[in-house]
Every structure is written in C-alpha cells, then in structure tokens.
C-alpha cells in the first residue's frame, strides 16, 4: 500500500501521464469544465480543499515551469494571488491572462482538478517543466 506522497489513485496517474510542457488546472468549485477534459473533483465541502493546499501538494510531487491564472484574480481575490504567489514560490514564472482566455485554454488541457475552493477566480494553469533531475552538459 502507498504510504507517501500523491494517494489519490487518479491524480498520482495523471502526474505520471504529464510530459515536459504539458498543462493542467487546478480550479476552485465553480470553474465550468469543458465536456470532454478529464476532471479529478477533489471537493468534499466548501473550502475543503482549497487551491493553495492542492498546489502545495503538487509542488512537492510535480516539475512545473510556469504559471498562469486570470487577470481577475488579481483584481478580485488579491490575498488568494498572494497565497498561490507564497506556495509556489515568488521566483516562479506567473503570467496573467483574461478569465476568459483561461477558460478557453482549458479545453485543451491534459485535466482538470476540482478543488473546493469558494474563492473567486482561483484557477491556476500549470505548464509541466522538465524538472531539475535532467542532464544538460553545458560547455
């Protein structure tokens, strides 16, 4: 039995499934998944959990390169900026699109994680890094 790191059966197979630039969400619980994207809902009740707890969780366990979330949320839920801003380090590439461009990208992404979070605009795009585990020789 796995005793560490991602036990939920279907999010540890789609980090296993992400390659280098590969993207995914994690969303709040009003987000309107698109017909057709794999979604994990990893919601149990309002808040529970939130985006920065599942993004922690990635961080630990997934290479991530870049970050985008909506302009909005900048603008609506600036804490929320904050925490993701904390979680996954300030030294992260973050940009900054319109809601609705993120909601368009979002059919296009590998899945979709459906999180509890009743915050406004908390939807973050994750785009899959190489991680620091490859070998560049460098001259």
Same mark, same amino acid.
């Given at each position: 039995m796995q005793v560490g790191g991602v036990l939920n059966r279907d999010l540890a197979r789609i980090i296993a499934?992400?390659?280098h630039q590969d993207e995914l969400i994690v969303c709040d619980a009003g987000f309107a998944i698109p017909d057709g994207v794999e979604t994990v809902d990893l919601a149990l009740?309002?808040? #529970?959990?939130?985006?920065p707890e599942v993004l922690a969780v990635l961080k630990a366990n997934f290479a991530v390169e870049k970050v985008i979330v909506a302009e909005e949320t900048g603008l609506h839920?600036?804490?929320m900026l904050r925490e993701i801003r904390d979680v996954l380090g300030k030294e992260m590439p973050l940009e900054t699109v319109p809601h609705a461009a993120l909601k368009a990208r979002s059919r296009g992404v #590998?899945?979709?994680l459906r999180t509890g979070d009743f915050t406004a605009y908390t939807n973050?795009?994750?785009?899959?890094?190489a991680g620091p585990g490859w070998l560049v020789e460098k001259p």
């Open positions: 499934r992400m390659g009740t309002k808040d #529970k959990p939130r985006v839920s600036p804490s #590998k899945a979709i973050v795009l994750l785009v899959s890094g």
